[in-house]
């Protein structure tokens, strides 16, 4: 674990170019590094004691120095509870010696990363990959259940092929809750299920849906700013 300074106190042997916030524990030189950190004399009692973040599996491959071949870390997990913490784990990782690069297969598409460092184009974006998807069935409950931002009144109608969520229903948000129910009112709104889908997770704006042909109607404006809200939608974990 590692975090901000004022929360953790020095570790023996801890890098001083992170504060002297965390400490090294190899098992395995080459294969695995594992972060540990301690909060200050206030850590004696218990109830005063957080996790910060944490890195975990890291592997160096290839494991021995080859001839023209670069030795890239490798991160399985990649976990922290504040900014400072995430850019401080960073920090760590690349400052870790005998490594050209950090390689994460799990980052957010919104990472700030890009955005922390002096040189951006030392990031690469390798590919893309989705570990999360919804499938709208009960539209007032899924609609009730997600935050709004900005209140409105919107009809939707939705067109789904399985007839699960087919129909239409005004949206009337106020103080980021929505209350949602059928209605025979004509549409402000017309999209399918998965688009839909799409926008109730918010990983994409309503506008760049309603470019690409997947939304439309003479609300779409009003009900983009309703529901486009919060970040972009984070999984982690597959399932």
Known sequence: ????????????????????AAAVLRADPDRRVQLRGRRGPEAADRRTRRRVGYAGRLRRLPPEPAQGRPRTIHVSD????????????????ADLDLSDSVEWGRASVDDPLVWALVDPYRVKVTRKIESLWVRVLDVPTALAARPWGRDGDVVLEVTDPLGHAHGRFRVVTRDG?????????????TLDADTLGALYLGGVATETLQRAGRLTGPGVATFGAMADTGPAPYCITGF
């Open 78 to 93: 990649l976990v922290a509870v504040t900014p400072t913490a995430y850019l401080r784990l960073w920090r760590f990782l």
């Open 1 to 20: 674990m590692a975090g901000d300074g004022a929360d953790l106190r020095p570790v023996p042997r801890a890098d001083p170019r992170l504060g002297g």
């Open 177 to 189: 809750t929505a209350e949602v129910a059928p209605t025979d009112a004509d549409a402000d709104v």
